[in-house]
């Protein structure tokens, strides 16, 4: 069971009441997972809605014969946010691979079944937990839109380099504070993506910032704060960091 003040931060339940959330939360339990898990696969059937509590879940495309990567990865899923949500819609497929994507993982699973039988017998409840997903739900696909555009579509562009070399020297950690920095207010035209290397190994991680009609920027050895940052001097503000310019990587 999970208690009501987490399912309140919790993005499609922050209209419920305690009753409700208390109801919910009697079909919650609990997993820890560890970087690399994966939580299922495109094309499994859809048994459960997981919740993100803590740490990063990385949504990506499995391409037959070839092991997963992060490179193919489509979107990035931090805390409070929930994915699975093919488990409340026919034909009930996933249709993406969930992994955990952070060196810890703790997520919230709710089977299927007894979720759908308590939103049909408390109809409100299922109306507005439904309608807040409707909202998740295409707020992500207009986000997912954004970045399989070409650069001139997205006034800004955040590409965090994700090969071997980049998630050894903490690239993840880059990513998750980025992803964490777009969800904030006044940031729907920023798209984070994730790339390969850019043989620059010794400078990883690597971070390139586009901003429409302007050069590409790429930073070096960056770390959380200094993706922070990034976002509050380069990106809202059009100050470049210059001392963390990678060599010859502003075009």
């Not at 703790?106 to 439904?130: A, W």
């Not at 035209?189 to 901003?211: D, F, H, Q, W, Y």
């Not at 050895?221 to 940052?229: L, T, W």
């Amino acid at each position: 069971m999970a208690d009501i003040d987490v399912l309140r931060q919790v993005e499609i339940f922050q209209s419920l009441s305690d009753d409700e959330l208390s109801a919910i939360g009697k079909l919650i339990t609990e997993k820890q997972l560890v970087y690399g898990d994966r939580l299922f696969k495109d094309g499994d059937s859809a048994t459960h809605l997981w919740i993100v509590k803590e740490g990063v879940i990385d949504l990506r495309f499995d391409l037959p014969g070839r092991e997963t990567s992060e490179e193919s990865t489509l979107s990035s899923v931090t805390a409070n946010k929930i994915i699975g949500w093919s488990s409340l819609v026919p034909p009930y497929k996933y249709k993406l691979s969930a992994y955990c994507a952070s060196s810890r993982c703790h997520v919230l699973v709710i089977d299927r079944e007894p979720l759908r039988e308590l939103l049909t017998k408390q109809p409100k409840t299922g109306y507005q937990v439904m309608a807040a997903m409707l909202r998740v739900v295409g707020r992500r696909f207009q986000r997912l839109q954004g970045s399989g555009d070409d650069a001139p579509f997205a006034p800004v562009r955040v590409t965090v380099h994700l090969a071997t070399c980049g998630i050894a020297a903490g690239a993840r950690d880059v990513m998750q504070a980025a992803v964490e920095a777009v969800s904030g207010p006044g940031l729907e035209r920023v798209t984070v993506m994730s790339a390969g290397c850019l043989g620059k190994c010794a400078t990883e991680p690597n971070v390139t910032v586009e901003i429409q009609n302007q050069g590409a920027v790429v930073y070096q050895k960056m770390n959380p704060e200094k993706m922070r940052r990034v976002f509050d001097e380069h990106i809202a503000n059009g100050r470049i960091l210059s001392d963390w310019v990678l060599e010859g990587g502003s075009i």
